[in-house]
T-cell receptor, first 111, second 115 residues
Framework: GQQLNQSPQSMFIQEGEDVSMNCTSSSIFNTWLWYKQDPGEGPVLLIALYKAGELTSNGRLTAQFGITRKDSFLNISASIPSDVGIYFCAGQRSGNTPLVFGKGTRLSVIA | DTGVSQNPRHKITKRGQNVTFRCDPISEHNRLYWYRQTLGQGPEFLTYFQNEAQLEKSRLLSDRFSAERPKGSFSTLEIQRTEQGDSAMYLC?????????????FGPGTRLLVL
């Protein structure tokens, strides 16, 4: 099935560093979402974006909905050990359609 | 509000056996989605319900898979004659139709291992 292009695939960073990851698509989405998944658990919603160009923050997390509606990025500032996990972007065409996910960015934080 | 719950959390079965998973959505959420996630991949859509009606199925949902939501509340996903390729995490999500910004919330998943 279709999946979004998410990069990087994995990253190792020092505690306190900022992190940036992005997601691109060949087609337009009207909603972009970012989820975090811990091992053996379901994805947990971090940020939802509903309008092209929208910039939204949730604590140390900031995400933007690309102006073309074909991309989104997520920034994490001042990373801490509990940020470790897999971050997924997901696109949605309209409110009642399934989510299309990227393959995830695996984040490791070195204390 | 206790969130989306799924049972069992883990299931080990032998090839050829049938398995059934249950999902209880967030109360007042009338939409319910099933996704499958294999190792190293993001979740992939299987099927979704609006109330008790199954409105969409993906091509991933072979005829060995069946899902129901008889009273528009909890849902079950059954896999008949399991194959090793069915080993995956099965995720359920729910959302509430009609609000301005509808968002899907996921359960903890059921991890299936077919031996």
């Amino acid at each position: 099935g279709q999946q979004l292009n998410q990069s990087p695939q994995s990253m190792f960073i020092q505690e306190g560093e900022d992190v940036s990851m992005n997601c691109t698509s060949s087609s337009i989405f009207n909603t972009w979402l970012w989820y975090k998944q811990d091992p053996g658990e379901g994805p947990v919603l971090l940020i939802a974006l509903y309008k092209a160009g929208e910039l939204t923050s949730n604590g140390r997390l900031t995400a933007q909905f690309g102006i073309t509606r074909k991309d989104s990025f997520l920034n994490i500032s001042a990373s801490i050990p509990s940020d470790v996990g897999i971050y997924f972007c997901a696109g949605q065409r309209s409110g009642n359609t399934p989510l299309v996910f990227g393959k995830g960015t695996r984040l490791s934080v070195i204390a | 509000d206790t969130g989306v719950s799924q049972n069992p959390r883990h299931k080990i079965t032998k090839r050829g056996q049938n398995v059934t998973f249950r999902c209880d959505p967030i109360s007042e959420h009338n939409r319910l989605y099933w996704y499958r996630q294999t190792l190293g991949q993001g979740p992939e859509f299987l099927t979704y319900f609006q109330n008790e009606a199954q409105l969409e199925k993906s091509r991933l949902l072979s005829d060995r898979f069946s899902a129901e939501r008889p009273k528009g509340s909890f849902s079950t996903l059954e896999i008949q004659r399991t194959e090793q390729g069915d080993s995956a995490m099965y995720l359920c999500a729910s959302s509430r139709q009609g609000i301005l910004r509808e968002t899907q919330y996921f359960g903890p998943g059921t991890r299936l291992l077919v031996l």
